[in-house]
């Protein structure tokens, strides 16, 4: 019975230390992609010259290094299905610090009047927008509807 004892006592921290092993969980990887989704659009059927759009968005990113203090950088791109080329735009830090943590949340940009470019009276395009991190990643690309211009 002595022996028994003695080899509970043995055993026993060797049972929890398993145990706890076991039980501790590996830290999934997170995604290093930043993640956008399409939220809104202001309006849909604009006068030519005469209104602005804002564009809403929301955002979440595991490492926390959307945007950038450095107004000279840009890390938006948004591209008119009219035009071959992305018009860029500043994206302040979206969190504190350079210390990487989950973030997500809301953000809107507004864009210039817009204008016709063809003879016709009405012209329709979309926007499609993506968001660079300070590592390089490309975010997924979003589509708004359908916007109509008209004179």
């Not at 049972?15 to 989704?37: G, H, M, N, R």
Request: charged content about 20%; some cysteine.
């Amino acid at each position: 019975m002595k022996k028994m004892k003695e080899l509970t006592y043995l055993f026993l921290p060797v049972i929890f230390a398993f145990s706890f092993l076991l039980s501790c969980k590996k830290e999934e990887d997170l995604p290093v992609v930043p993640q956008i989704t399409y939220r809104s659009i202001s309006s849909t059927n604009i006068q030519s010259f005469n209104n602005e759009i804002e564009i809403g968005f929301s955002y979440e990113d595991f490492q926390g290094d959307l945007g950038n203090s450095d107004p000279d950088i840009f890390s938006l791109r948004i591209k008119d299905d009219r035009l071959s080329d992305y018009d860029w735009y500043h994206i302040p830090p979206m969190a504190p610090g350079t210390t990487p943590l989950h973030i997500k949340g809301t953000y809107s940009i507004v864009l210039k009047p817009l204008f016709l470019m063809g003879n016709g009276g009405n012209e329709a395009t979309r926007f499609t927008l993506q968001i660079k991190d300070r590592a390089g990643n490309w975010s997924n690309q979003i589509t708004t509807p359908v916007v109509t211009i008209h004179e």
